[in-house]
T-cell receptor, first 116, second 110 residues
Framework: NAGVTQTPKFQVLKTGQSMTLQCAQDMNHNSMYWYRQDPGMGLRLIYYSASEGTTDKGEVPNGYNVSRLNKREFSLRLESAAPSQTSVYFC???????????????FGPGTRLTVL | GIQVEQSPPDLILQEGANSTLRCNFSDSVNNLQWFHQNPWGQLINLFYIPSGTKQNGRLSATTVATERYSLLYISSSQTTDSGVYFCAVPIYNQGGKLIFGQGTELSVKP
């Protein structure tokens, strides 16, 4: 029972390179979220998925794409990385009651991304 | 949209001291969470507390939803309490996304 897992933990990219951040959850919830955290700030939502097959933009979606592969997995893709995307990326999902959207959210360990 | 404000922004304590962190929010909320982000960046769930008071060891939290604030109490602080404490509230019309405060950075000195 791992909760929320993310890969990779660290990544360094050059401007213009692409990469995909992976997230998987075993909490059996329909909703999943991608947030980014910049220095000295709280987290901001990039994209979310309310259920398998649906995705919606959050506060800061520009430069990102997402895929909800199945109920467990939600990936975040940077097609052409920019230095402004240097950040720590967190995936999250609510807890163990799939019929309620607004219950406690749990976060993965994060991916620390640097774009040179 | 809803605003979440935390105070103080920074706090330095001697080991063993007590502290109170505050979270104000500008609109009514369905629930509220407190997190501790440790020095390694991990976000640890502390409390899920839409109203009332909860306690977990040396930590406790109180949310007064009608007055739109929540308090996190840390008693007998330890160096391992160091890190950033965030409160966050969900937004109904965006899939329950969390709106985070700016955080309180706590440093506990031995």
């Amino acid at each position: 029972n791992a909760g929320v897992t993310q890969t990779p933990k660290f990544q360094v990219l050059k401007t213009g390179q692409s990469m995909t951040l992976q997230c998987a959850q075993d909490m059996n919830h329909n909703s999943m979220y991608w947030y980014r955290q910049d220095p000295g700030m709280g987290l901001r939502l990039i994209y979310y998925s309310a259920s398998e097959g649906t995705t919606d933009k959050g506060e800061v979606p520009n430069g990102y794409n997402v895929s909800r592969l199945n109920k467990r997995e939600f990936s975040l893709r940077l097609e052409s990385a920019a230095p402004s995307q240097t950040s720590v990326y967190f995936c999250a999902t609510p807890g163990r009651e799939p019929h309620t959207t607004y219950n406690e959210q749990f976060f993965g360990p994060g991916t620390r991304l640097t774009v040179l | 949209g809803i605003q979440v404000e935390q105070s103080p922004p920074d706090l330095i304590l001697q080991e063993g001291a007590n502290s109170t962190l505050r979270c104000n929010f500008s609109d009514s909320v369905n629930n509220l969470q407190w997190f501790h982000q440790n020095p390694w960046g991990q976000l640890i769930n502390l409390f899920y507390i839409p109203s009332g008071t909860k306690q977990n060891g040396r930590l406790s939290a109180t949310t007064v939803a009608t007055e739109r604030y929540s308090l996190l109490y840390i008693s007998s602080s330890q160096t391992t309490d160091s890190g950033v404490y965030f409160c966050a509230v969900p937004i109904y019309n965006q899939g329950g996304k969390l709106i985070f405060g700016q955080g309180t950075e706590l440093s506990v000195k031995p």
